[in-house]
């Protein structure tokens, strides 16, 4: 377990520009709920706060999607798996380095939304259960990318993830709402996109809870792929 | 016998993901390295010495054939636990210099107060204790090689594996890094050592082997392999140098050579003759020779097939 967090926050600490640059954009928010009239602008800072959560959602997929490359490309996943560390135990490592990299991020989001939002009626409990959406959205959708960037390259990885996670949202619309539960990353986003003052979204835990157990699926069987491959070879 | 490290018929070929063309980087590569020795792996640049310490690591898994790291399948996480790794191009996070080293030390489920000190031990011991507190990121490829050493013995290990540790090192640090092989050595370890370096290798190593186009090539002691040519030198005074062939004369001192197992008939010759011996050698050669050698000798049909 130790090298597992080990990993995960070496790779939290490496992605911190990108990170503290996505956190300007919550300032932003923060910046806007300073400057303006809360109660009068409460659905542009609803915009704003939204359009955060889409932008952790797509990073997630570059943190997932680009982790293993990097790290082979710059040589140094070599110096981390000549010592008692698993291929296995590896990967756990990105899996949770990319959620506690959103999660910081979900949280400075949540606290920031918590104050606007909140100030503005917006129920707080409701921000965190949303940003709880978010998280477990972002887990999803960040395993899935590093499933794919194990055998492809970061483009093509993030590729693949999109089409994968848009599949259900597609489905989702033309053959049944039950369609959309499959992979429900599209179905936690539309959460948060959806939510209103008037009705703050509606996901049950239900969803939440199935994403956690996907994500597991899904890193098991990176796990799985990811002991049989070359990690010497040059990268493409 | 215990063996520390075994390649058994080992073959590794690289795919190219565009086209369907294979490199046969080691082919039906053995070899076995006993524990407590300093062994010398050779070859010239694309011989399969990185490939081989690579699979060795578990970086890769071979075409075929297998091997065993300290008794482990190649791959397993326990094993090298016990292993000290350098690889050829060092590359490590930009961080300071002994967190990086805690760092790895920790990876290998070191810790505690334990931890601390030995890293600053290691870090002294490759002579970047002035530099403890700098980021890594900011070094020089020598200070780099240096801290790639200091982690790869972080944990005390019974096999270090060093694919050319002495690269980018500075003559006062590469005589650092001989004695601190040689004692590693007499502290029981084993040392896996690649290099280009023949002269180093000559000195320190117990055993070398030469590998050329991913097959093994020679074999056995350094001290064999160098008196392997199989002649003596004897030099003598006092007789005319056209009593044996191939002589040499100057100064009244003659020079010649002859096959080992001749060598008693030659000195009875020269006695008979009355002459004076002065000095009977074997001959030796150098690493570089034999090296020249090897790579000199044509390809097998079976690599010329798949290259
Ligand atoms: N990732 C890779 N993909 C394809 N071919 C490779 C790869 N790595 C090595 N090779 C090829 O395998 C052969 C052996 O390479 P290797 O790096 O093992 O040689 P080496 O003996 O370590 O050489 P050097 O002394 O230059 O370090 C070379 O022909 C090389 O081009
Ligand atoms: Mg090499």
Known sequence: ?236 | MSFVLEFENVTKEYRSFASKRRLRALDSFSLAVEAGEIFGFLGPNGAGKSTAIHLAMGFMQPTSGNGRLLGESFGDPGARRRVGFLAESVALYHRRAERLVRFYGALNGMGGTQLDKRAREVLEIVGLQDHANRNAGKFSRGMLQRVGLAQAMVNDPELLILDEPTSALDPLARVMVRELLIGARNAGKTIFLSSHLLSEVELICDRVAMLHRGKLARLGRTTDLLQAGGRTEIIVRAIAPSHFEGAAARDGIVSFSVPTHGQRAALEKVWNLGGEVVSVNPVRRSLEEIFLEVTAEPLSPLSKGVQ
């Open chain 1, 1 to 236: 377990m130790k090298p597992v967090l080990l990993i995960a926050i070496n790779f939290a600490r490496e992605q911190r520009w990108p990170i503290l640059t996505l956190l300007l954009w919550v300032l932003l928010l923060a910046f806007l709920g300073l400057v303006t009239d809360i109660h009068r602008e409460r659905e542009d800072l609803l915009f704003v706060f939204k359009q955060d959560a889409v932008y952790v959602l797509a990073f997630s997929v570059f943190f997932g999607g680009s982790a293993i490359y990097n790290e082979r490309r710059s040589r140094r996943i070599l110096g981390v798996l000549s010592k008692a560390v698993g291929r296995q135990q590896y990967l756990s490592g990105l899996v949770l380095g990319v959620t506690i990299a959103c999660a910081v991020y979900c949280f400075a989001l949540g606290m920031t939304g918590s104050w606007t939002l909140g100030s503005a009626s917006f129920p707080i409990s409701h921000v965190w259960f949303l940003m709880v959406c978010l998280l477990a959205a972002c887990a999803l959708a960040g395993t899935v990318a590093l499933m794919f960037s194990t055998f492809l390259n970061p483009f093509f990885a993030a590729g693949a993830t999109a089409i994968v996670l848009g599949f259900p949202a597609l489905a989702g619309h033309l053959l049944g709402p039950r369609w959309g539960l499959v992979i429900p990353v599209w179905e936690l986003g539309a959460t948060v996109i959806n939510s209103s003052f008037d009705s703050p979204g509606s996901a049950s835990w239900l969803v939440v809870g199935l994403a956690g157990a996907e994500t597991v699926a899904f890193w098991l069987l990176s796990a799985r792929i990811f002991a049989y491959v070359d990690i010497a070879v040059a990268v493409e």
